[in-house]
Structures are given as structure tokens and as C-alpha cells.
């Protein structure tokens, strides 16, 4: 029998009980080295028009299209994150990274969600001072992770309409970048897909007026904003070194 996959960053999520948790507490200081060897993470349609001013939005392919931001040009290496763990002060942080090490799991008919929490996160750690649970009742920082998780589990659910209404029009085109860096070398990624602006401008003015209303419009005029955020890339990169 395969073992389900874990989405990205995940390895041991499992539901935070009072019973078990009441001396866990998060550490309060973040630390975002566990995002530290990723090149991209899932991003919502609610966080593009922050995100285009920095990252290049992509498509992820395969059978689950997804929204992705990227945050690096060579596999395994996020520009955004320092040794030290910190995000580069100023740069906008997605709402995948920020919810770990909480999310949501689905049981086994679909009919339920529970808070979990990721027990082999580096920020979950024995202790009161930050903790999950006070007098057995879930703590502000839980409630607080709980309305989080409940607002990122109602954007996927609008991203994933924008990104179905997207490919239903023919409008994904699998793209390659070839980049030359200054010192010579020659980085490829491969493996994503944009929205084609050629023929988005095509599309009849009556489903433009809808993809307004439904404001997907914007949505799209983000993702191709975001283009000009490669070059922003390759400066960091080349400033890293």
C-alpha cells in the first residue's frame, strides 16, 4: 500500500489534543529555515497582488495545477531565507509558509477537518511559554492558528475555481527559462506553466466581463506583472553570490 504524499514542509502532522499538547507550546521567535531548500511554495489567489511585486507566479503541472510562487532559480535554494533562518526583512512571506507548522486534515470521508500540527517542526517545543492549550481550553495562539488555517482553506477553494477557469479556456502554455548569470553560468527550470497573454486577449468580451465579476480579472493581470520579477531573481542571486 503507497503512503499518502505530505504536502511540502510537513513530515509528522497530527491533531492537536489538549490531553496530549497541554505542555507544547511554539516557539515564539520564527524561524523559517525549514523553508530555506525550496525553490517555490503554493501560493493563493488572494496573495497575488502582494506577491507579483517580488516573485514570479508560476502554474505547477501535473494533474493538480497550482498557483506557486517562486522563490529561487536553482532546485533546493529559496533567495528569501538567510543561514540564519530569518526571511529577508521587507519581502512579502506566503501564507503556505506562514501557516506551518499548522494545517488542516481531512478524515477519511472528506466530512471532517481538524487543526493538526506538524510534531517534527523545529518551532513546536516543550514548554508554557507560548502555549497551545491554557486549562485544558485551546490558547489565543491555537484560536488564532485555527481562523488562519480556516481562511487558507476557503482561498484554495476560490484559487482552485480561478486556476480550473483558466485551463477550461485553453489559456496554460508550458514555458522553460534559460538564464545566463553574470558570472557565466547557465541556470534551465523547466516544468511550469504560465498564462498565455496572447491568448487571454483573445477571450470574447462577455467572459472577460465575467472572469471581472468573479475577480479573476485581476488575477490574471498579477500573474503577468509578475513576469518582470524574474530579473529580481537573478539580482539577488547574483548579490548572494
Known amino acids: 500500500m503507497t503512503e499518502p504524499t505530505l504536502p511540502l514542509f510537513y513530515k509528522n502532522p497530527r491533531p ?3 490531553a496530549r499538547d497541554a505542555d507544547l507550546s511554539l516557539r515564539t521567535e520564527p524561524n523559517f529555515a525549514f523553508a530555506a ?11 497575488f497582488a502582494a506577491a507579483c511585486k517580488q516573485f514570479p507566479i508560476l502554474f505547477s503541472e501535473g494533474p493538480v ?17 538567510d543561514g540564519n533562518g530569518a526571511w529577508e526583512e521587507g519581502a512579502y512571506i506566503p501564507a503556505y509558509v506562514r501557516r506551518y507548522p ?7 470521508d472528506k466530512s471532517q477537518l481538524t487543526l493538526c500540527i506538524d510534531e517534527a517542526a523545529d518551532s513546536v517545543v516543550p514548554g508554557r511559554d507560548n502555549p497551545f492549550f ?12 485555527l481562523e488562519f488555517v480556516k481562511e487558507v482553506q476557503a482561498q484554495s477553494a476560490f484559487t482552485t475555481q480561478f486556476v480550473e477557469a483558466v485551463t477550461a479556456a485553453g489559456l496554460m502554455s ?36 465575467e472572469w471581472r465579476d468573479r475577480g479573476w480579472l485581476g488575477l490574471v493581470y498579477a500573474h503577468l506583472i509578475s513576469v518582470s520579477s524574474w530579473s529580481g531573481l537573478v539580482d539577488r542571486l547574483a548579490r548572494q553570490g
Do not use: C, H, W, Y
Open 16 to 18: 492537536l489534543v489538549a
Open 134 to 145: 491554557v486549562d485544558g481550553q485551546p490558547s489565543a495562539l491555537t484560536n488564532n492558528a
Open 37 to 47: 531548500t525550496t525553490n517555490s511554495v503554493p501560493l493563493m489567489a488572494a496573495e
Open 65 to 81: 495545477v497550482q498557483p506557486v510562487a517562486l522563490l529561487g532559480l536553482r532546485s533546493g535554494e529559496n533567495l528569501f531565507v
Open 102 to 108: 499548522f494545517i488542516f486534515l481531512e478524515s477519511e
Open 174 to 209: 508550458e514555458k522553460r527559462a534559460d538564464i545566463t548569470l553574470n558570472n557565466g553560468e547557465r541556470l534551465s527550470l523547466a516544468g511550469f506553466n504560465v498564462i498565455d497573454e496572447a491568448a487571454f486577449n483573445q477571450l470574447p468580451a462577455e467572459t472577460l466581463v
